[in-house]
T-cell receptor, first 112, second 114 residues
């Protein structure tokens, strides 16, 4: 059974810093890896999806990488802003109509 | 662009009552997923439907059932509600036929069981 772990559980950094959020998974036979953002009490916003055949995806200030051999994915946020404050979750997609397996998230606070 | 629509947004029920949550997927999406997120927890997958047929099943209690209708909307039926069922319930949809199968989430239904 796939297990997804996110480290750190919480992170607080000053505005403007570049930062990396980590996601690890136990089963390297993943179909895709999806990163989400969740604001308190709100829904999940899809940020990036990396398919198993890809190594990275970029969207604006966000870059996500995938290393299946080591069972790791990272989300890089450049030039952080207070509006980036949220919980970031990674999730393993099992393929087809399989449900996602989520990590417990990293709660990120960007200090103005 | 149209998103996933969930109704109601908030629902308050008593123990042992029933509840029905509705989900309207993004137009032309063929797959619907249901998730439960307890307070301070990560979302847990419940069940999914592809082209109106049940596809994958997660940690859905026997007291819950779901279906996808001919217009692709889905309903999650919850009976004999317990205090522990209080949670955010998310519906997601995706286009499985071709493409990377990105799941797009609705805003959720917050269920409170008193």
């Amino acid at each position: 059974k796939q297990e997804v772990t996110q480290i750190p559980a919480a992170l607080s950094v000053p505005e403007g810093e570049n930062l990396v959020l980590n996601c690890s998974f136990t089963d390297s036979a993943i179909y895709n890896l999806q990163w989400f953002r969740q604001d308190p009490g709100k829904g999940l916003t899809s940020l990036l999806l990396i398919q198993s055949s890809q190594r990275e995806q970029t969207s604006g200030r966000l870059n996500a990488s995938l290393d299946k051999s080591s069972g790791r994915s990272t989300l890089y946020i450049a030039a952080s802003q207070p509006g980036d404050s949220a919980t970031y979750l990674c999730a393993d997609g099992g393929g087809g109509a399989d449900g996602l397996t989520f990590g417990k998230g990293t709660h990120l606070i960007i200090q103005p | 662009a149209a998103g996933v629509i969930q109704s109601p947004r908030h629902l308050i029920k008593e123990k042992r009552e029933t509840a029905t949550l509705k989900c309207y997927p993004i137009p032309r999406h063929d797959t619907v997923y249901w998730y439960q997120q307890g307070p301070g927890q990560d979302p847990q997958f419940l069940i999914s439907f592809y082209e109106k047929m049940q596809s994958d099943k997660g940690s859905i209690p026997d007291r819950f059932s779901a279906q996808q209708f001919s217009d692709y909307h889905s309903e999650l039926n919850m009976s004999s509600l317990e205090l522990g069922d209080s949670a955010l319930y998310f519906c997601a949809s995706s286009l499985l036929a071709g493409g990377p199968n990105i799941q797009y989430f609705g805003a959720g239904t917050r269920l409170s069981v008193l």
